[in-house]
């Protein structure tokens, strides 16, 4: 107990206020960024929420507890799994935003009430319910207290294994989509993530111990290693600029169209025409900075010279013109996709041109306004693609 207790001195505090502030500063910073993405902002709530969990924590262990070696503490139990299921949002967020819809989150927010609700009432109306008095009680089965709340732990676990499952699954189709559409685009890269991912496991794995183990040495390194894991989380997600979101059932662009639309009467031309749409709209070479007509030729296995007759004949417009047509539409889509809640240097990033002053002046030279002014349309006006594609094609 004296082992226990000597560690609310001056060291104890520190270790205990360092990362609930830490926590609510990093949240801060992220909120204080007009220009922070939705991930972001469910970053800052992730913060948030841990930092108020080990806030709560504290005051229970430190004031309201008649022993600090009190374990399965119900205020452990509900801001652990507050804090697991706004991680989830996070994530659900970065990687498949059309799945965060109010539906979803209602639906996750009401499980998470009634499992506080779960958690509170047996304590409420008896005695017996309260936090077992040590990590020695575990043995105690024929205890119906220590059963429940040996039920409530493996509830977490069942839900904790299942989040993390879920959130792998989305991570490995998200990657496999990065690689796929964005191949020829630099700075792109998914690292971060699979350290963040990994880093939640961890806490996680700690977060469970932290629920049967009150010695002084365990929650030294608990607090140490949350400090680290706020400070880490910070720096990744704050450098981080939107990616957009896996199209899981993509659309067909309105370059389908075209090829809907009367044709030579030469058939190779129009098996070339088809082709070069083909090409265009599952391998989008045109996010490659440094595409050439050569390379396109030599994908559809054909000479670059007659490639280069053909487009002028065709669509009227040489190859490079085309390429930046194509280049366009696909950050229009981006933007219909991601319903306006993407900035102008993440669309740079990803639109293929190498500089940023060629990107703004095709842009609106395409779309007739400024990619800003086109964003911002879009999150007070609804879409209208018909016009878009009689602008481009």
């Not at 009432?121 to 936090?131: H, I, M, N």
């Not at 740079?348 to 990619?371: D, L, M, N, V, Y």
């Amino acid at each position: 107990m004296n082992n226990i207790t000597s560690y609310y001195g001056d060291l104890g505090i520190f270790l205990y206020y360092t990362p609930i502030v830490s926590a609510f500063m990093a949240a801060f910073a992220l909120l204080a960024n007009r220009r922070r993405t939705p991930s972001q902002t469910w970053l800052a709530l992730v913060l948030v929420t841990f930092g108020t969990g080990m806030a709560a924590s504290f005051l229970f262990d430190r004031y309201f507890s008649a022993s600090h070696s009190e374990i399965f503490r119900p205020v452990n139990f509900i801001f652990s799994t507050a804090n697991s299921i706004v991680i989830l949002f996070y994530y659900v967020s970065l990687m498949r935003p059309q799945l965060l819809t109010r539906k979803y989150m209602l639906y996750f927010s009401g499980g998470w009430a009634l499992f506080s609700i779960f958690v509170l009432l047996p304590g409420t109306f008896s005695a017996r319910f309260q936090p077992v008095q040590g990590i020695h009680r575990l043995a105690d089965l024929s205890s119906l207290p220590m059963v429940f709340h040996l039920l409530t732990i493996c509830c977490i676990l069942l839900f904790y294994t299942w989040m993390g499952v879920f959130i792998l699954r989305i991570y490995r189709d998200y990657r496999k989509f990065i690689v796929n559409s964005y191949s020829f685009v630099g700075g792109i890269t998914l690292s971060w993530v699979s350290i963040t991912i990994y880093l939640f496991i961890i806490m996680g794995i700690l977060d469970i111990l932290w629920m049967v183990n009150t010695s002084a040495g365990y929650k030294m390194l608990f607090n140490v290693v949350s400090l680290g894991a706020v400070w880490t989380l910070f720096w990744y997600g704050s450098r981080q600029s939107a990616i957009p979101p896996v199209d899981i059932e993509p659309k067909k662009k309105s370059f389908k169209e075209v090829e809907e639309l009367p044709v030579t009467t030469d058939d190779k031309q129009a098996k070339l025409k088809i082709q070069l749409l083909e090409y265009f709209n599952h391998k989008k070479p045109y996010l490659n900075p440094e595409l050439s007509l050569k390379e396109v030729a030599q994908a559809l296995q054909t000479n670059h010279y007659a490639l280069s007759r053909f487009i002028n004949k065709e669509f009227e417009v040489n190859f490079y013109t085309l390429i930046n047509r194509f280049r366009v539409e696909y950050i229009l889509h981006l933007i219909e996709l991601n319903k306006g809640a993407i900035n102008c240097d993440t669309l740079h990033a990803i639109s293929g041109f190498k500089s940023r002053t060629t990107f703004f002046k095709q842009f609106k030279e395409i779309a007739g306004c400024t990619p800003q002014e086109y964003i911002e349309s879009r999150k007070t006006e609804k879409s209208d693609n018909s016009t878009i594609k009689t602008k481009l094609f």
